[in-house]
């Protein structure tokens, strides 16, 4: 039988002391038919039906050393190699599919670095997977937001908590109008303050607050946590009358998103809590790029992307990168809606939307809504009223002038309030 044509098309750019051509063939022999040594039943027709393949090596330039190896080179060459599986091998399994391309190879001796920087897959495989099941529109259709920027909050204390402090945090905020409040990534079942305790008391706030400001704010709980009760903890939400979940996706792995996809029946907020230890460092780990369209495939209605501006390490560009990906056409999926969170505040959205010039964008602030001087309300109008100065090309100084002459200073009081980045 021939080899499949449907090839699944990876780039890695990895580091070696020994020619990078050699490196990338005992790369590609570890991640699919080959091993250390010739052993029986390891024919040339195996290898030219089942192995991954070498099709393009482009060497950069040579350097010290990344990562630590047991070769303790003292200098290597570095370069992006392409490396091509035939679909046969994975099939359409997204476990299967990470173990072929980000498994062993990062554990090689040879290699003093290897990144997945990019991943291109074949139609076949991208039609296997249903995709989010709402998206950026699902969720602005349920929210009530038809073309605005959407603003969101976490729960601020993050933990710690007791259910009356906490019903009257969830209660202020939904009759501020936001539309969007999510649990801490931290915040899954304590004893202290209940999965079931929480959804009942929220639930309990955002029908009350509906009822006066017409608008019905999603909350994100979070329903991390041991696989066997996952989707007892969704239908506890559900029931409840919510509107969303969330999964801390590489904590609990893409199966688990895939299996949650399978029956939720709201959308899936999927946060990346532990992504950057296998993305931080440029010579180790996978492209974030990559793991947004196995996170997409998977089922992820809206997916983090950091923030521009934030209190994290990517830079603005490389944020920018990461929603942009998103956009992207995906085979028939849909656009999952991006997420921004870590340090946004009014002095963000100028910044963020002259780089991506998109308002399909849910904006997260913690500190820059409960933080505001005037209180949350005051928040996340402020909020809004930056982001439409932003959509307009204002600068918010300016809106925020006439904001004022006009009795609104929420705008001008967050401006002095939070730090510009």
């Not at 945090?169 to 801490?184: S, Y």
């Not at 399978?262 to 230890?277: N, T």
């Not at 830079?315 to 990461?322: C, G, I, P, S």
Request: net charge negative; aromatic share 4%.
């Amino acid at each position: 039988m021939s080899r499949d044509p449907r090839r699944i098309s990876c780039v890695y750019r990895i580091e070696s002391a020994v020619e990078l051509s050699r490196a990338a063939a005992t790369l590609a022999g570890e991640q699919s038919s080959g091993t250390f040594v010739a052993v029986p039943g390891e024919t040339p027709e195996l290898h030219e039906r089942f192995g991954a393949e070498v099709v393009e090596v482009r060497e950069s330039h040579r350097s010290a050393p990344s990562l630590p190896s047991r070769t303790a080179p003292n200098e290597v060459s570095v370069g992006d190699v392409t490396v091509e599986f035939p679909m046969e091998s994975v099939g359409t399994d997204l476990a299967t599919l990470l173990t072929a391309v980000a498994g062993n190879l990062f554990e090689l001796g040879e290699l003093t670095g290897c990144r997945l920087q990019s991943i291109r897959l074949p139609d076949d495989l991208v039609a296997a997977h249903p995709g989010p099941a709402h998206g950026i529109a699902g969720t602005r259709k349920l929210v009530g937001n038809d073309d605005e920027v959407l603003i969101g909050t976490i729960i601020k204390p993050n933990i710690g908590l007791g259910p009356d402090e906490y019903r009257r945090i969830v209660g202020e905020l939904a009759r501020a109008g936001i539309d969007l409040i999510k649990d801490d990534e931290l915040m899954t079942d304590p004893s202290y303050l209940p999965l079931s305790t929480r959804v009942r008391l929220a639930q309990e706030e955002i029908r009350s607050a509906a009822d006066v400001t017409g608008r019905h704010t999603m909350y994100a709980f979070n329903i991390t946590g041991d696989l066997a009760g996952l989707r007892r903890r969704h239908d506890e939400v559900v029931a409840a009358g919510g509107s969303c979940v969330m999964l801390s996706v590489p904590v609990m792995g893409l199966p688990a998103l895939a299996y949650l996809r399978s029956f939720a029946e709201v959308p899936v907020h999927a946060h990346r809590a532990g992504l950057a230890a296998s993305m931080r460092h440029p010579a180790l780990g996978m492209d974030y790029t990559v793991w947004q369209q196995l996170a997409r495939l998977a089922g992820a209605d809206q997916i983090h992307v950091s923030g521009l501006g934030s209190k994290f390490y990517e830079t603005d560009e490389q944020v920018a990168a990461n929603i942009r990906s998103l956009q992207r056409p995906l085979g028939r999926t849909l656009a999952p809606l991006p997420v921004l969170s870590s340090g946004q505040n009014v002095h963000t959205p100028g910044l963020t939307h002259a780089s991506v010039g998109s308002s399909d964008l849910l904006m997260l602030a913690g500190g820059g809504i409960a933080a505001h001087p005037d209180g949350p309300a005051a928040g996340v109008r402020s909020l809004r009223q930056s982001w439409q100065a932003a959509v307009a090309g204002e600068s918010a100084e300016a809106y925020a002038a006439r904001l004022s002459t006009e009795g609104d200073s929420a705008l001008s009081h967050a401006l002095t309030a939070f730090r510009r980045t």
